[in-house]
């Protein structure tokens, strides 16, 4: 199977960093990870960006027929990354 990496980057002072990477881990399973360039978010804003991992997963699910083990995501800030993770079984597809 091939694996998808869309990113796109800037050298202008913002340092802009967009896009989503989809890897395999060791045992198998696929781990999608979304870069995001927000300074503050609200929960709101951050229980969507969940949202729309948990629907890349699905699709990925029903398209390859292979398990996606983890969403994580990754804000881009000057100078560093704050990544946060969550385990696909840890919330149940219906909660969406």
Known sequence: MKLSLSLAAS???TRRCDGYLMYREDNGTLVIAD???DIS???ERMSSYW???YTYARMVERITGQTVSELVLIFCLAGE???LRQS???RADDDL
């Open 11 to 13: 050298l202008e002072p």
């Open 35 to 37: 870069f995001k360039t």
């Open 41 to 43: 978010v609200t929960q």
């Open 51 to 53: 949202r729309q991992l």
């Open 81 to 83: 990354a704050e990544v």
């Open 88 to 90: 696909r079984q840890s």
